[in-house]
């Protein structure tokens, strides 16, 4: 920007003057930023909007399959004697369970080795059950503890341990896996050429049934064994067991004796389960119309309106999911609307929940109450299908109503913003023009009091001459 002279010749304060008139310019700018804070309380309240609705089609999610709703629960009379839990495929009903024998791991212990004792060179062919041999190199250096220690980094199955009785050093081999298939063996290929006496390497000599094992076995190998109902020797190679009644995971937990080793086990419903969630859609559907009080209403006492407030799309959404609450669902037997299980709507329009009619409906017609949620034959779905559905539809980021008012909203403002920006270069170009009229104003004022300044300084002499030679004479 030019250097300006500020009315130093004419007197007047054209900053001043220039300022006042771009404050008058810059008015429209003024208000165009203020319709864009409008705009963007608008577009924050269609966030919050999109939220709310986004919860509650969350909700409606867990309601709007059979899956969802089918769900059931089961105990055990014992739980010292075996736990259990349910999936979905799981019927309701009792059982009666009868634990004779743990899953057990194959444990091996060795004879006792002295104070860094060399166990003897070799090579001991480790396997458990019928499962790939893993080859152990055993050095002339080795000790106890470095044929553990080798057996534990083959990862082979197998953990070793060395157990000290204060005298002596003994390993101990168990299996990782219970069931009687898993029996751990060793050969040995021993450097003395006795692969099975009591020296050297062959003393950690073990094969299932040999007559010359030189490992002793400190636990067999063994499958848990259960009666169900009667049916008596189901054995399984661990002691969770999933594939006996249908839908059951039964865990056991000892095998006491006759008669402690039986207990019973009920499946049973689990209607809480149900419950939770529609008592989780009535929170978020109530949520809901929170929101639209707050952002659609008119407040007498501060005399302000909500953002949303007369807001079409709003008010369409409103309308719309005000509703399907109420519309009935054809095609189910007991019911046909909300209020027929216990939910209904209170004096202001918030939905409660009759928990006593609620589970009544669930015991006498639970095959119906999942329908009335999770039906999707078309023209008849469930009303937590409708509402998934319809909120979808609501949601949806391309096509959706209020991607399509947002977008239209972030439109305007950036409409604004292109406003203000050609408002404030027109400004900027204004400003820079009138300061330079303005100095080239002052400048020609500055010329003309120069030369009126010479002008009078020649009249004066001019007078001074005439009063010399007048004088004279």
Request: charge should be negative; include cysteine.
């Amino acid at each position: 920007m030019s250097l300006s002279v500020g009315g130093l010749m004419s007197g007047l304060d054209t900053n001043s003057i220039i300022d006042q008139l771009l404050a008058l310019q810059q008015k429209p700018i003024i208000k165009l930023q203020q319709q864009e804070t409008a705009y963007q309380v608008e577009l924050s309240a269609y966030g919050s909007l999109q939220s709310t609705l986004s919860s509650l089609k969350s909700a409606m999610e867990n309601l709007d399959s059979a899956s969802d709703l089918t769900s059931f629960s089961a105990s055990s009379s014992d739980t010292d004697l075996f736990t259990v839990s349910a999936g979905d495929t799981a019927v309701s009903g009792s059982y009666s369970i009868t634990v004779t024998q743990m899953a057990e791991v194959h444990k091996l212990t060795s004879c006792g080795f002295s104070d860094g004792e060399l166990v003897g060179k070799g090579i001991i062919q480790l396997k458990v059950g019928d499962g790939s041999t893993t080859d152990i190199a055993v050095s002339a250096t080795d000790t106890i503890d470095d044929v553990a220690q080798s057996i534990n980094d083959a990862k082979a199955g197998v953990k070793a341990t060395v157990i000290f009785d204060g005298t002596n050093y003994f390993l101990t081999l168990s299996g990782e896996d219970t069931g009687s298939a898993n029996k751990i063996s060793l050969i040995v290929t021993d450097e003395d050429g006795f692969n099975k006496d009591a020296s050297n390497l062959s003393r950690l000599f073990y094969e299932d049934l040999d007559p010359e094992n030189q490992m002793v076995q400190a636990q067999a190998a063994a499958d848990s064994i259960i009666t169900v109902d009667g049916v008596a020797g189901i054995h399984r190679n661990s002691n969770t067991i999933d594939d006996v009644v249908s839908g059951l995971t039964i865990t056991l937990e000892s095998a006491p004796a006759v008669p402690d080793n039986e207990a019973a086990l009920t499946v049973s419903r689990d209607t809480s389960a149900i419950v939770s969630k529609i008592n989780s859609f009535v929170s978020a559907y109530n949520n809901v119309l929170d929101f639209f009080d707050a952002s659609q209403s008119y407040s007498q006492d501060t005399e302000t309106a909500g953002v949303l407030m007369g807001d079409a799309t709003t008010n369409s959404i409103h309308n719309r999911l005000r509703n399907m609450v109420t519309n009935t669902v054809p095609g189910v037997e007991s019911f046909e609307r909300l209020t027929d299980l216990g939910i209904t709507l209170n004096s202001e329009g918030r939905i409660e929940v009759d928990s006593s009619a609620l589970n009544g409906a669930l015991d006498d017609d639970f095959d119906d109450v999942v329908e009335f949620f999770t039906q999707a034959t078309e023209g008849s779905e469930g009303f937590a299908v409708r509402m998934v559905d319809t909120l979808d539809v609501m949601l949806d980021s391309t096509n959706g109503a209020l991607d399509a008012r947002t977008d239209g909203i972030q439109n305007s403002i950036d409409d604004i913003q292109d406003q203000v920006e050609r408002i404030e270069m027109r400004n900027l170009a204004w400003e820079t023009r009138t300061r330079a009229q303005f100095n080239a104003l002052e400048l020609l004022l500055a010329g003309y009091q120069n030369t009126g300044n010479y002008l009078s300084q020649q009249i004066t002499g001019m007078q001074n001459l005439n009063n010399y030679i007048s004088n004279r004479g």
